[in-house]
């Protein structure tokens, strides 16, 4: 075991990895596309290499399935990277822009250079996925970074380190193992850009600390994330989308559902559709849940507490449990739970669930659940489940959320042609393929003068000049 170090002997450690980082980061900056590309094809490489080593680390952590860390991982990272490597060239060509008639006699273009120094500091519920794609990210806007991974994921985290240990000099990328003093230690430093996913009460921290050095932040938050289900819906079909939403990762999803609008109309059926649903994910052979090979757990004990409080407290305000319920403390245990009759004084309508806990309201007019929804912070995903296309675009006028998917769940997470990310409390900046590249890169506006001169403007400012600046402003 790695003796832990004292905090002057980690700042000294972190500051000599930044700043040989820094000294190197002119140098990576120069580098050509094909040289980006190779070095996330050694990513590639390592992690279709070490599926099962990712699939063990995961389920040491949180006994996440192997199908999961297939299709919650390394289906989007695999997607990540395909689309950067068949891209970047073109995303590193500088790009033509029109000049104004005013401006003739010069050109102008846009340059992608790499931010520098960046921070990649990455959540524990996706703790590979939520690393290394903007990591690749990183790498293909040709910048220098330090990962943090999630202490409470310690077996991904360790295998994170090993990898890029293997693959990278630690001037190049470096990873840096620890709680949350090891977060504190490198956001004293002075980064270009900091890449943060977590909760949006984190993500005030990280952006109050990157004010300090001015440094540009792409924030990954969260939120509570609603679904709606009129009355049109195919009642089946919602019911099994949004089941595996919310189930998916034992709730621990970003962003999965977190409550439930209902039409009053639909309501019976398909709630009924819901927990058959439950049943047929996790219950097939007619064994409890807390058997399924298919059924994740609770990160730690820590958030085990928090969400059996948040349904106690639901419970004694007057909620009814209509499905699941159980908890075993030993195994951080949480069955799919439903909570009806739940009202807006309740926490677990107030907090960001993260957990297999479902409230569920109804609604007669789509107005009043569309109050509900504006009373709260912007979400990070809304969902939408109907066949009524007026209806639609109806709620899609009168809301605003980071992404927003009807008929389905999480799916936006998995197009890389889609920028991914939030609004506000939920998260500022985007990412997914072309926006990560940007999110890493300066956006740096070149003009070039090629013959001509605005010498005729210039002072002093007789008559005559004043209508040439009159003509150009009003004409040209």
Not at 79 to 92: F, Y
Not at 173 to 201: C, Q, Y
Not at 257 to 267: A, E, T
Not at 386 to 402: E, F, H, M, P, V
């Amino acid at each position: 075991m790695t003796p832990l170090l004292s905090e002057t002997d980690l700042r000294d450690d972190l500051r000599e990895t930044f700043d040989s980082q820094r000294r190197y980061a002119p140098q990576l900056a120069l580098t050509t596309a094909d040289q980006r590309i190779e070095r996330i094809r050694r990513i590639q490489s390592w992690v279709n290499a070490h599926e099962g080593d990712i699939q063990r680390a995961m389920y040491d952590d949180f006994r996440k399935p192997s199908a999961e860390v297939m299709l919650g991982e390394l289906m989007a990272l695999n997607a990540e990277i395909k689309h950067t490597i068949k891209h970047l060239k073109v995303w590193m060509t500088p790009q033509q822009l029109p000049t104004p008639l005013s401006l003739i006699g010069t050109k102008s273009r846009l340059l992608h250079e790499p931010k520098g120094n960046v921070l990649i500091i990455s959540p524990w519920n996706y703790p590979f996925v939520l690393a290394i794609r903007p990591l690749v990210s990183a790498i293909a806007a040709g910048n220098v970074a330090i990962l943090k991974p999630s202490e409470m994921t310690p077996h991904t985290a360790s295998l994170i380190k090993r990898m890029i240990t293997e693959l990278f000099p630690a001037n190049e990328v470096a990873v840096f193992e620890g709680d949350a003093e090891v977060s504190k230690a490198l956001l004293d430093l002075p980064f270009n850009h900091i890449f943060f996913t977590g909760s949006p009460g984190v993500g005030r921290v990280v952006m109050t600390a990157a004010a300090k050095h001015l440094a540009s932040v792409t924030l990954e938050l969260g939120g509570k994330s609603p679904a709606i289900v009129d009355e049109s819906v195919d009642i089946k079909q919602a019911a099994g989308q949004l089941a595996w939403g919310k189930c998916l990762n034992n709730g621990q999803t970003c962003i999965a559902p977190d409550y439930l609008l209902v039409h009053q109309s639909v309501k019976q059926p398909f709630m009924q559709a819901f927990r058959d649903t439950i049943v047929a994910m996790y219950s097939p052979d007619g064994k409890p849940v807390e058997a399924s090979d298919s059924y994740a757990r609770i990160v730690n004990n820590r958030h085990f507490n928090r969400l059996r409080e948040l349904v106690d407290d639901a419970v004694s305000k007057g909620a009814t449990i209509t499905h699941g319920g159980k908890m075993n403390a030993e195994t951080n245990f949480v069955e799919p739970t439903v909570l009806e009759d739940v009202t807006d004084d309740m926490l677990v309508m107030q907090e960001e669930i993260f957990g297999p806990v479902l409230p569920v309201l109804t609604y007669a007019n789509l107005d009043d659940a569309l109050r509900i929804i504006n009373q709260r912070e912007k979400p990070l995903a809304l969902y939408i489940h109907s066949r009524n296309r007026k209806t639609t675009q109806y709620i899609l006028d009168r809301t605003s959320a980071g992404d927003t998917v009807i008929n389905d769940t999480l799916l936006q997470f998995g197009n890389v042609e889609l920028p991914f990310g939030g609004v506000n409390n939920s998260g500022l900046g985007k990412s997914n393929g072309f926006f990560s590249f940007q999110e890493f890169s300066n956006q740096r506006g070149v003009m070039q003068r090629d013959f001509g001169t605005m010498k005729f403007i210039y002072p002093p400012y007789t008559d005559k000049v004043k209508k040439l600046i009159n003509f150009v402003v009003k004409y040209l």
